[in-house]
């Protein structure tokens, strides 16, 4: 009797069962298919690995940056001025508690604490995909 891989559901056929071409071909099928998903993420990834880009503070709270995307990371850093003082946060998806005042979205990040939006302040932001 035959069993299936966890993974892809590929059907691994018994010692005692006979060689089915119509076996082999699904289990190809499903090989195709995942290379071509694989493939086409890796090809997203190697044309447009990060976005960039600025933001102006306007001191609203949950103040929303959209990106097209679900990022992966998110580094965020303000623009100072001498004597201003700068400030780095960074958010990661799928840690809860480190955003330090971003929140990872579906399209973007939202920036939750003060100090990532300060009225007049000019924020940079490197966003992985």
Same mark, same amino acid.
């Given at each position: ?42 090809? !997203? ?16 709270? #949950? ?23 700068? !400030? ?5 998806? #799928?840690?809860? #508690?480190?955003?330090?005042?971003? !929140? ?15 009225? #007049? ?9």
């Amino acid at each position: 009797m035959s069993n299936r891989t966890t993974n892809f559901n590929l059907l691994k056929p018994a010692q005692e069962d006979f060689y089915n071409v119509d076996d082999f071909n699904a289990n190809a099928d499903i090989i195709d298919a995942a290379l071509r998903t694989l493939t086409q993420r890796v090809d !997203t990834l190697l044309q447009d690995p990060i976005s960039t880009g600025t933001y102006l503070g306007n001191g609203a709270n #949950g103040r929303m940056i959209s990106l097209g995307f679900t990022p992966r990371a998110v580094v965020l850093t303000n623009a100072v001025t001498v004597g201003t003082g700068a !400030t780095t946060s960074i958010a990661v998806t #799928g840690s809860s #508690g480190f955003g330090q005042g971003i !929140t990872i979205t579906a399209n973007g990040f939202t920036v939750m604490a003060s100090y990532n939006h300060i009225n #007049g302040y000019r924020y940079n932001y490197v966003a992985f995909r």
